[in-house]
């Protein structure tokens, strides 16, 4: 099993000096009309920076749904997608864009390369990082898949929080962690009850067996649960 480091709604793997972060969604607080009071470019560029400097990662992986909007990319998301940019450059971090099925006018706004699926080496390990809404194909190498797409969440004692989801041999033998959405604006999918159907992303194949964890940023600790299945006897 590849090292993963649970952070603020993101992932660090050690073993391939990589930062991995999903659904984004930038630009959903103008497309919704959300009032937040940080402003959305300006919490995902601070709490971002707060990760590089935290990780010191060679690479940032953003692993799809960077955007929100399907039809259009305004001048406001334009800018929000680049200060995220500049942010990792200017700690010394290369960003990396994987697609998700948000990203239909990504490349409005972004020139570089756009990745339906980007391989890291995790010391000796092949973590292949997808948006996770589409089943990869069948001649794939991985190890593991780190994903996003149903923006995980868990309620313990009536407070809701964002969660990761891994599972041992999860998809054709291939481990898989899924990520939170590092977007607040999202209120994410509570999946204390969730059944495999009940997840979008097909690369979920036994939901029972998956394990949730939630880090909690200001003890800097991370709360591992067990396995979803196990847990819903335990509620």
Do not use: K
Request: net charge negative; proline share 6%; hydrophobic share 40%.
């Amino acid at each position: 099993m590849a090292s993963f480091r649970f952070r603020d709604r993101a992932v660090f793997l050690p073993g391939a000096d990589a930062l991995i972060c999903a659904d984004l969604h930038v630009g959903r607080a103008e497309a919704s009309d959300v009032e937040y009071p940080l402003g959305e470019g300006t919490d995902l560029r601070g709490r971002l920076e707060t990760l590089l400097a935290d990780c010191a990662p060679a690479e940032v992986v953003f692993a799809g749904d960077v955007l929100h909007e399907f039809g259009r990319a305004s001048l406001a998301t334009d800018r929000s997608l680049g200060g995220l940019v500049d942010a990792c450059r200017d700690a010394g971090a290369s960003p990396v864009v994987v697609a998700g099925n948000h990203d239909t006018v990504l490349h409005e706004v972004w020139d570089g390369t756009v990745y339906d699926a980007y391989a890291l080496d995790a010391d000796g390990e092949r973590v292949v990082v997808r948006h996770g809404h589409e089943t990869p194909p069948r001649d794939e190498d991985a190890d593991c898949y780190v994903v996003g797409h149903d923006h995980p969440t868990i309620d313990v004692e009536g407070a809701r929080r964002p969660c990761f989801l891994y599972g041992d041999g999860q998809f054709r033998d291939a481990d898989v962690l899924m990520l939170p959405a590092f977007t607040r604006l999202a209120a994410g999918v509570a999946v204390n009850g969730m059944g495999t159907r009940d997840f979008d992303s097909p690369l979920v194949t036994d939901a029972n067996a998956l394990r949730p964890a939630v880090r909690d940023p200001d003890a800097r600790e991370t709360l591992e649960f067990p396995p979803l299945g196990e847990f819903r006897r335990m509620l």
